[in-house]
């Protein structure tokens, strides 16, 4: 069973657009998060939520718009796509007790055209 | 400033080799843990081994280990032993305490690639 799943896989849309990208997590455990991978492949942190509670949000256009119905779901809603929003988009959970790795999904690749 | 820094951009190891994979980091923290996923190129981030700040051993997982040296801030990840399917960009992470930290923040990346 998938711990952490992300849809869709691939995402290909037009310049304007709104789409969302859904996560999932079976782990039972209680914060999620956004990460970010450009086309260097640096990853940078966009949001974290602890309890269905925002607690990070790192500076990220508020054309991003996360949502988090429950604890088990974190979904990611981008209104009027930009070329730069071009890039692979990693949500992952983790436990917040204790020194925990945190897991992730197998991530979305957006391009933008 | 960086807070991981990884130095290598690319390295290349031949198989059966063992190899370290450096990663030094900045925080002002006392608590705070070290963290090695590896990426492959099918894209998934994999969890490998962590280094709590006050763990008293390096850590170890298998063929990983930490070597977590504090007062120099480092924590480079050697792979003993390296075997083809080890090819992939390794990303060291720090996660610091406190309420508002809780994120990982990266290094830029090794890509390693094992020779065979």
């Known amino acids: 069973d998938t711990a952490v799943s992300q849809t869709p896989k691939y995402l290909v849309t037009q310049m304007g657009n709104d789409k969302s990208i859904k996560c999932e997590q079976n782990l039972g455990h209680d914060t999620m998060y956004w990460y970010k991978q450009d086309s260097k492949k640096f990853l940078k942190i966009m949001f974290s939520?602890?309890?269905?509670?925002?607690?990070i949000n790192e500076t990220v256009p508020n054309r991003f718009s996360p949502k988090s119905p429950d604890k088990a779901h974190l979904n990611l809603h981008i209104n009027s796509l930009e070329l730069g929003d071009s890039a692979v988009y990693f949500c992952?959970?983790?436990?917040?007790?204790?020194?925990?790795?945190?897991?992730f999904g197998q991530g979305t690749r957006l391009t933008v055209v | 400033a960086q807070k991981i820094t990884q130095t290598q951009p690319g390295m290349f190891v031949q198989e059966k080799e063992a190899v370290t994979l450096d990663c030094t980091y900045d925080t002002s923290d006392p608590s705070y843990g070290l963290f090695w996923y590896k990426q492959p190129s099918s894209g998934e981030m994999i969890f490998l081994i962590y280094?709590?700040?006050?763990?008293?051993q390096n850590a170890t997982e298998g063929r990983y280990s930490l070597n977590f040296q504090k007062a120099r801030k480092s924590a480079n990840l050697v792979i003993s032993a390296s075997q083809l399917g080890d090819s992939a960009m390794y990303f060291c992470?720090?996660?610091?305490?406190?309420?508002?930290?809780?994120?990982?923040?990266f290094g830029t990346g090794t890509r390693l690639t094992i020779i065979p």
């Open positions: 280094q709590g700040s006050y763990d008293q």
């Open positions: 939520y602890n309890n269905k509670e925002l607690i």
């Open positions: 992952a959970s983790r436990y917040r007790g204790g020194n925990t790795e945190a897991f």
């Open positions: 992470a720090m996660r610091e305490s406190g309420f508002g930290n809780e994120k990982l923040t």
